[in-house]
């Protein structure tokens, strides 16, 4: 799912910007579960769909939150409860980023369908190769953030770990429909396939850039049609 347009590897800058970024919503309050969606699929649009990017955007957006937490705990003593519905809240917001692009993908695929365009096979298996690792991307994340924290945010960190790995995860849910959509489109391209106008990933980022921007409510409802 690689974008063309960005290297493989971001710049320090760009993902240290998502660190506080995130750092900054933690800190604001209010709905921090969209805040963090929308920064997360913003970094998604901006910085790549590949998979190592996706492993670097997943990881700033953890530092921002153990970050923003930590502060937030440190200007009152009594403050747990608030730390675990902010830390729940913004891993919330990165489950939901994560479904979000896995929905995008589909959706692209299912237009471009429609239209009689196919992507080719080579970017075909390779968007359902990265598409496969999102969920692991997404826990890996969270277990590698837990394993650093300590006290409460460890604790809080293990505990959505193992309920995600017990109960399964938003992406994962989403991705089950996705990879039936690409595994159909693949078994389905013939020799006489063509190029659509634009590449996979980048339609699939235009669509997380009008879902984050407030152009599109939504992915969910819009990829939940069984017109394959």
Not at 120 to 139: M, N, R, V
Not at 152 to 179: C, F, R, Y
Not at 206 to 228: A, C, E, F, M, P
């Given at each position: 799912m690689q974008n063309d347009n960005h290297s493989t590897v971001q710049p320090e800058k760009d993902v240290a910007r998502l660190t506080e970024e995130v750092r900054e919503a933690i800190a604001h309050g209010g709905d921090i579960e969209n805040a963090v969606r929308n920064l997360t699929l913003q970094a998604m649009h901006s910085n790549g769909l590949d998979i190592e990017s996706l492993k670097q955007i997943a990881t700033a957006v953890m530092k921002g939150t153990q970050e923003g937490v930590q502060q937030e705990m440190t200007h009152a003593a009594e403050q747990s409860h608030a730390a675990q519905s902010q830390i729940t809240q913004a891993v919330a917001g990165l489950d939901t980023a994560f479904a979000q692009l896995a929905g995008a993908s589909k959706l692209a695929l299912e237009e471009?369908?429609?239209?009689?365009?196919?992507?080719?096979?080579?970017?075909?298996?390779?968007?359902?190769?990265?598409?496969?690792?999102?969920?692991?991307?997404?826990?890996?994340?969270?277990?590698?953030?837990?394993?650093?924290?300590?006290?409460?945010?460890?604790?809080?960190?293990?505990?959505?770990?193992?309920?995600?790995?017990?109960?399964?995860?938003?992406?994962?849910?989403?991705?089950?429909?996705?990879?039936?959509?690409?595994?159909?489109?693949?078994?389905?391209?013939?020799?006489?396939?063509?190029?659509?106008?634009?590449?996979?990933?980048?339609?699939?980022?235009?669509?997380?850039?009008?879902?984050?921007?407030?152009?599109?409510?939504?992915?969910?409802?819009?990829?939940?049609?069984?017109?394959?």
């Open positions: 471009a369908s429609s239209k009689a365009k196919q992507f080719s096979d080579s970017e075909l298996a390779k968007a359902q190769a990265d598409l496969k690792d999102l969920e692991s991307i997404f826990l890996d994340t969270l277990k590698h953030t837990a394993t650093a924290a300590q006290g409460l945010i460890a604790e809080t960190l293990q505990d959505m770990l193992s309920h995600a790995q017990h109960n399964g995860t938003a992406v994962g849910m989403q991705l089950k429909d996705t990879l039936a959509v690409f595994a159909h489109q693949i078994a389905s391209t013939g020799r006489a396939q063509f190029e659509a106008g634009v590449k996979l990933t980048q339609t699939t980022a235009d669509l997380l850039y009008k879902i984050s921007t407030g152009v599109l409510s939504g992915i969910t409802g819009q990829t939940n049609r069984d017109d394959r």
